[in-house]
T-cell receptor, first 112, second 113 residues
């Protein structure tokens, strides 16, 4: 069955550094993948979508890559700030299409 | 813009009680979804709807029911609350199911004791 895995351990980095979060998927090939940010006590907020024919997508300080050979997406935040501290969820579209399958999320903490 | 609004924000139920979690969106989105999120776990899809009058089961539908009488509203019903249903419930909407971001409410935190 389709399986999504994100770094289970929290990621702690220093302000100004680049944060890199990993999302691995197995047993299928999603046509696209979305990334969301979730703050404590709030619902997820959409950040970026990348399609299988796109190797890389950028939005301001955010960059997402999609390697269909490795079955992996990387999410980068450059020049990280304490305000970037949150949990980040990857969500590839499922095998049936249309419905997203969410990873468990990676908690990012950026220290000043 | 209100976006997706969920009520109540918090609720404590006794085992066997029933309740309805409300969800309404003002973006005229066709697709609506209900998820549950348990600690350390990803969001699990409970039910979804592609338009008024049409609903379908997601990954974890047992113990829940939904209805979609209008485009705006998508309530989730728990008939006989069980401790395993203690969770945070999120409602989301999107214009359609392909390549569109989902817009989430801020959740209902439900405890069954």
């Amino acid at each position: 069955s389709q399986k999504i895995e994100q770094n289970s351990e929290a990621l702690n980095i220093q302000e100004g550094k680049t944060a890199t979060l990993t999302c691995n998927y197995t047993n299928y090939s999603p046509a696209y993948l979305q990334w969301y940010r979730q703050d404590p006590g709030r619902g997820p907020v959409f950040l970026l979508l990348i399609r299988e024919n796109e190797k890389e997508k950028r939005k301001e300080r955010l960059k997402v890559t999609f390697d269909t050979t490795l079955k992996q997406s990387l999410f980068h935040i450059t020049a990280s700030q304490p305000a970037d501290s949150a949990t980040y969820l990857c969500a590839p579209v499922g095998v049936e299409g249309g419905k997203l399958i969410f990873g468990q999320g990676t908690e990012l903490s950026v220290k000043p | 813009n209100a976006g997706v609004t969920q009520t109540p924000k918090f609720r404590i139920l006794k085992i066997g009680q029933s309740m309805t979690l409300q969800c309404t969106q003002d973006m005229n989105h066709n697709y609506m979804y209900w998820y549950r999120q348990d600690p350390g776990m990803g969001l699990k899809l409970i039910y979804y709807s592609v338009g008024a009058g049409i609903t379908d089961k997601g990954e974890v539908p047992n113990g829940y029911n939904v209805s979609r009488s209008t485009t705006e509203d998508f309530p989730l019903r728990l008939e006989l609350a069980a401790p395993s249903q203690t969770s945070v419930y999120f409602c989301a909407s999107s214009p359609d199911r392909v390549n569109q971001p989902q817009h989430f409410g801020d959740g209902t935190r439900l405890s069954i004791l």
